[in-house]
């Protein structure tokens, strides 16, 4: 997902505790710096600030990142000549997305979906009822109008 020009992340969601991959094919990639670091940090205070060196691929330049739970992701690229990548002096800044525990399931909380017998037997009188209606629109017109000989009988008769 590119959700800046010339930044790519291998999710859809930046989500807090989680690792993603970020691409850079920006100035230092097209310029062919060989040393480039992501410099990056965490809420607006830039809290736990760490820096590490990305690998040139033909990608661009990437590395993955553990993400902390914070509301914010901060970053900025610098190369080996300690320029600098900072989005013209604004930082590159995405929000972090709280996980969705709706899904999560805890040892000590029982868990219900119904009966599996239930779902078996709904699911199998689906089934018939879609077999019968298919039959119904399918032999119905032919029986009606005379038309329901097999096509066997057709050709034994020619």
Request: hydrophobic letters at 35%; proline letters at 3%.
């Amino acid at each position: 997902m590119e959700l800046m020009k010339n930044i790519f992340f291998n999710t859809d969601k930046l989500i807090e505790n989680s690792t993603v991959k970020i691409s850079y094919t920006g100035r230092f990639f097209q310029d062919g710096s060989t040393d480039v670091f992501i410099h990056y940090g965490f809420g607006l205070n830039w809290d736990n600030v760490n820096e590490i060196q990305m690998e040139r691929t033909e990608l661009g330049f990437q590395a993955e990142i553990n993400l902390e739970s914070s509301e914010t992701f901060n970053f900025c690229f610098r190369n080996g000549n300690n320029e600098w990548d900072n989005n013209n002096g604004q930082n590159y800044i995405f929000n972090l997305e709280k996980p969705q525990n709706e899904l999560i399931v805890l040892d000590d909380e029982p868990v219900s979906l119904g009966s599996p017998r239930k779902l078996r037997k709904s699911y199998l009188w689906s089934k018939k009822i879609r077999l019968a209606v298919y039959k119904l629109i399918t032999y119905l017109p032919k029986i009606i109008s005379g038309n329901y000989k097999k096509k066997n009988n057709i050709k034994n008769e020619i």
